[in-house]
T-cell receptor, first 111, second 115 residues
Framework: QKEVEQDPGPLSVPEGAIVSLNCTYS??????FMWYRQYSRKGPELLMYTYSSGNKEDGRFTAQVDKSSKYISLFIRDSQPSDSATYLC???????????FGTGTRLQVFP | GAVVSQHPSWVICKSGTSVKIECRSLDFQATTMFWYRQFPKQSLMLMATSNEGSKATYEQGVEKDKFLINHASLTLSTLTVTSAHPEDSSFYICSARVSSGNTIYFGEGSWLTVV
């Protein structure tokens, strides 16, 4: 079993839809949770950073962490074609710098 | 957000030659930098972790003599692919951890093609 599981997609939605992206993990020691967006042939861009459980909102993006279920989510409201990219979840424990990545979910938002 | 710059963005080299890729944190100090490679439609694979002023820690299966990493200052780390072969062709990405926190930012990546 991989430490972090993420559906690779692709996920195709119409413009304006609410998108839900998810990851599950097995290591209960993970405390830091991140979502990155990666456009084709570019480096990942940090979208959201969360410590421990709870919700965090930034504009159209909301990150949720449910440590009891070992489940994290990224919601994108009012999705735009420019949101089309691969979304990677990543996480780490409190005493290491190493990020463990999901495989990434490819999102396509069509006009 | 913080800026991490990689150079070159893309490079083509002949088989057997060496290529150096630079990773710079432009507006923050980074005691720790990471090097990844990514194959098409796959996730990032951590190659090594470099700490300023000390030897890099390589992940299992990564040849340290082939992928030389130097982290000479708090804002610069370099990856040198020595005696490159076509199978080394890949997308190489660096990231840097902000010294004062836990946030990690990525560079734009460097495309290496070995012919």
């Amino acid at each position: 079993q991989k430490e972090v599981e993420q559906d690779p997609g692709p996920l195709s939605v119409p413009e304006g839809a609410i998108v839900s992206l998810n990851c599950t993990y097995s290591n209960s020691a993970f405390q830091y949770f991140m979502w990155y967006r990666q456009y084709s042939r570019k480096g990942p861009e940090l979208l959201m950073y969360t410590y421990s459980s709870g919700n965090k909102e930034d504009g159209r993006f909301t990150a949720q962490v449910d440590k009891s279920s070992k489940y994290i989510s990224l919601f994108i409201r009012d999705s735009q074609p420019s949101d089309s990219a691969t979304y990677l979840c990543a996480m780490s424990t409190i005493n290491t710098d190493k990020l463990i990545f999901g495989t990434g979910t490819r999102l396509q938002v069509f006009p | 957000g913080a800026v991490v710059s990689q150079h070159p963005s893309w490079v083509i080299c002949k088989s057997g030659t060496s290529v150096k890729i630079e990773c710079r944190s432009l507006d923050f100090q980074a005691t720790t930098m990471f090097w990844y490679r990514q194959f098409p439609k796959q996730s990032l694979m951590l190659m090594a972790t470099s700490n300023e002023g000390s030897k890099a820690t390589y992940e299992q299966g990564v040849e340290k003599d082939k992928f030389l990493i130097n982290h000479a200052s708090l804002t610069l780390s370099t990856l040198t692919v020595t005696s490159a072969h076509p199978e080394d062709s890949s997308f190489y990405i660096c990231s840097a951890r902000v010294s004062s926190g836990n946030t990690i930012y990525f560079g734009e990546g460097s495309w290496l093609t070995v012919v």
